[in-house]
């Protein structure tokens, strides 16, 4: 995956001035847009869209400095309007394109390269199961994404739920793994910088179809999961196993994960404080 990683960067930069979709980004590597997406945000600590505006924005940044018109810059760059080239600009530099030609202000954001960093050689469990179509039923509700720490958002989803929402979960569940999970779908695209959505369901899985108004139901399509498990301090240790996955196995192995909902259960000691048993179910296929 790095070498097609890399090659994206090169496409990029080939195609700086052009009309970029991501489809056609991901079709020049021959992967998902979706697989590509997460795994970029999660290796690069950026959005694939942020990248391409920092280095047309960086490039912007030459070209003003060469002598160029900042109208004709503007609109090389895939700007409609002067203004929202200006606003833009001076988000991302601290000034505005004419302060750059009259200062001789030089701000850069330099090509991306992907390498090979070993972490302490410490491998991943894991383990591929084939899952049949079934259910998520639970109570769901936006929040915003957080990568360290509780979600509070996610704690007052969790005490939301009824004893009538719990006791039909409970008769629901009749597939593995017979837990009450936590699934994540639908991210906003700039969910890495913590500034977008996602949908969070606390439920069950179930192939019955027979689930009330009072819950929630997401069709789950038959495919293939990598599964995580991972013991440690909650919930430290299940959000590093997620960032893992896609940072570090996902880049290694012969898989791709696809756009559907990924799911998380957790156990927790009752012997340790903040000590539990969690896996994290990540749906996939093989790639071509």
């Known amino acids: 995956m790095l070498n097609e990683l890399n090659h994206v960067i090169d496409y990029i930069e080939e195609h700086l001035v052009d009309d970029l979709s991501l489809e056609e980004i991901a079709n020049s590597v021959r992967v998902s847009d979706y697989h590509l997406r997460m795994v970029f945000l999660y290796l690069a600590g950026m ?9 047309r924005l960086a490039e912007a940044n030459k070209d003003l400095l060469q002598g160029e018109k900042v109208t004709d810059v503007a609109f ?10 200006s606003r833009a600009f001076k988000k991302w530099s601290g000034f505005l394109p004419s302060e750059v030609i009259r200062k001789g202000i030089n701000k850069s954001f330099p090509k991306l390269s992907f390498v090979i960093t070993v972490k302490g050689g410490v491998s991943m469990e894991f383990r591929i199961e084939e899952k049949p179509a079934f259910n998520l039923a639970g109570v769901c509700k936006r929040v915003p994404m957080q990568f360290e720490g509780v979600n509070n958002e996610i704690v007052k989803l969790a005490m939301s739920i009824t004893e009538e929402q719990r006791k039909e979960m409970h008769a629901l569940k009749n597939i593995e793994p017979y837990e009450v999970v936590n699934a994540s779908y639908d991210a906003d695209a700039n969910f890495l910088k913590e500034e977008g ?8 899985l179930t192939t019955k ?4 108004g009072n819950l929630a139901r997401v069709p789950v399509a ?4 990598a599964i995580f498990p991972n013991e440690g301090p909650f919930p430290s240790t299940l959000q590093s196993t997620m960032a893992k996955v896609y940072s570090e196995w ?5 898989y791709e994960v696809i756009n559907a909902p990924s799911f998380s259960f957790t156990k927790m000691n009752p012997q340790k404080k903040d000590y539990a048993y969690s896996e994290v179910w990540i749906p996939v296929r093989k790639k071509d």
């Open 47 to 55: 959005t694939l869209s942020e990248y391409i505006k920092n280095r």
């Open 76 to 85: 090389k760059y895939g700007y409609q309007s002067m203004d929202g080239f």
């Open 197 to 204: 959505d996602l949908t969070h369901l606390i439920g069950v």
């Open 209 to 212: 179809d027979e689930i009330s």
């Open 222 to 225: 038959a495919c293939t999961w």
């Open 250 to 254: 996902l880049p290694s192995s012969n």
